[in-house]
Antibody, heavy 121, light 107 residues
Framework: EVQLLESGGGLVQPGGSLRLSCTASGLIFRNYAMNWVRQTPGKGLEWVSGISGNGISTNYADFAKGRFTISRDNSKNMLYLQMNSLRVEDAAVYFC??????????????WGQGTLVTVSS | DTTLTQSPAFMSATPGDKVIISCKASQDIDDDVNWYQQKPGKAPLFIIQEASTLVPGIPPRFSGGGYGTDFTLTINNIESEDAAYYFCLQHDSFPLTFGQGTKVEIK
C-alpha cells in the first residue's frame, strides 16, 4: 500500500523559510513523478510544483518560481519543497501527491494527509 | 495559464438524483482533464482521467465527458456517500490548474 507522509509545516514569519518533506513507502519511488499541491479555504486546490521520477525535470506554478524549490532523494524515498521568502498568502495545507508514472503530471493517484503552513507575524 | 471555471459552486441533491457538474477551460485542452473528489478533512481522491476514463475502483455511477473546452462530471443515482467537493484539473500545459470546486450536498 502506497503511503505518503508530509512533515515540516509550522508557523513562520513573512519573509521566512520552511522546508517540507514527504516520506513515501509501499512503492518504487523513482518510478513516479511527484508533486506538491496546496489548499486554502479561499483559493481551493493549487498545484505548486512537480518533479519527474529521476529528479531531472521540474516545473512550478508562477507563484512558486524563484521562491520554491522541489527536489527528491530516491535513495531515501523522500520528496522535498524548500520554500523561501514566504508570504502571508502562502499559508495553506500542503499535500504531496504521487503521479501515475515517471513523467506524467496531474494524475494524482495517491496523496498524503497534508501539512499545515502558517505565515504570520 | 489555463483557467478552469466550474459550475455550479454548490448544489444540493436528493439520493437517486442525477448530478452534472460543468468545467469550462479558457482554451482548448483536448481531453486533458482529470476529476477529483474530496471529502471534509480528507485528501482528494482521483476519480476520472482523460475526461472520461473511470479510475479503477471508482463506482460506475460516476462518469465524465467532454473535449476541447467543455467538460462534465456526472453522478447517476447519487448516494449519500457522494457528498463532497469535486474539482477538475487540467494537465494539458504547465502550470497545472484546478477548477475552484463544486460542493455537492445530499439532502
Amino acid at each position: 500500500e502506497v503511503q505518503l507522509l508530509e512533515s515540516g509545516g509550522g508557523l513562520v514569519q513573512p519573509g521566512g523559510s520552511l522546508r517540507l518533506s514527504c516520506t513515501a513507502s509501499g512503492l518504487i519511488f523513482r518510478n513516479y513523478a511527484m508533486n506538491w499541491v496546496r489548499q486554502t479555504p479561499g483559493k481551493g486546490l493549487e498545484w505548486v510544483s512537480g518533479i519527474s521520477g529521476n529528479g531531472i525535470s521540474t516545473n512550478y506554478a508562477d507563484f512558486a518560481k524563484g521562491r520554491f524549490t522541489i527536489s527528491r532523494d530516491n535513495s531515501k524515498n523522500m520528496l522535498y519543497l524548500q520554500m523561501n521568502s514566504l508570504r502571508v498568502e502562502d499559508a495553506a495545507v500542503y499535500f504531496c501527491a504521487k503521479d501515475q508514472s515517471t513523467y506524467s503530471y496531474g494524475y494524482f493517484e495517491n496523496w498524503g494527509q497534508g501539512t499545515l503552513v502558517t505565515v504570520s507575524s | 495559464d489555463t483557467t478552469l471555471t466550474q459550475s455550479p459552486a454548490f448544489m444540493s441533491a436528493t439520493p437517486g438524483d442525477k448530478v452534472i457538474i460543468s468545467c469550462k477551460a479558457s482554451q482548448d485542452i483536448d481531453d486533458d482533464v482529470n476529476w477529483y473528489q474530496q471529502k471534509p478533512g480528507k485528501a482528494p481522491l482521483f476519480i476520472i482521467q482523460e475526461a472520461s476514463t473511470l479510475v479503477p475502483g471508482i463506482p460506475p455511477r460516476f462518469s465524465g465527458g467532454g473535449y476541447g473546452t467543455d467538460f462534465t462530471l456526472t453522478i447517476n443515482n447519487i448516494e449519500s456517500e457522494d457528498a463532497a467537493y469535486y474539482f477538475c484539473l487540467q494537465h494539458d500545459s504547465f502550470p497545472l490548474t484546478f477548477g475552484q470546486g463544486t460542493k455537492v450536498e445530499i439532502k
